[in-house]
């Protein structure tokens, strides 16, 4: 059975999102508006961020995990420019972060680790490496070279 760490992030992390959408983990309402943080100048263009935001999270904490909110916002910022000086960091949106984590709790793929930060359950790593061994499949199929990572 193939891990997360066996298969290209870009490729899990789309098709996670497209899986969160269907198993309803709902966008809050105040998506379409907001920056994802103090760093960035627009709103994100892809109307459909905030599942690839949750896929993505629930990734990071799986290789990190126990993580919490604050080094998931660290993770997250960005540089911002301040005129003719260097880009400081900034951290990205902290109500981005909880309402994902929540939505994935609520789903029973995160954990809570006392004074800690956030942990992939049993079901949710369950989940993650069964789509890591059916993308290693496909993509098996597409380069036979891959099989060793079988």
Request: glycine share 8%.
């Amino acid at each position: 059975m193939a891990k997360v760490y066996d298969v290209p992030a870009d490729v899990l992390i789309e098709r996670l999102a497209n899986i969160l959408k269907n198993e309803d983990i709902p966008a809050p309402s105040w998506t379409p508006f907001v920056k994802t943080g103090a760093h960035a100048d627009k709103p994100p263009q892809d109307s459909e961020w905030w599942h690839t935001r949750c896929a993505s999270i629930m990734r990071k904490i799986y290789f990190n995990g126990p993580i919490g909110v604050n080094e998931l916002k660290k993770d997250y910022g960005g540089g911002k420019p301040h005129g003719y000086g260097a880009a400081h960091h900034r951290d990205a949106s902290g109500a981005i972060v909880r309402n994902a984590i929540h939505g994935l709790e609520k789903l029973g793929y995160l954990e809570i680790v006392e004074k800690k930060g956030r942990v992939v359950s049993k079901n949710g790593m369950q989940k993650l490496d069964r789509l890591a061994t059916e993308i290693l499949n496909e993509l098996i199929l597409e380069k036979p070279e891959l099989k060793i990572y079988r």
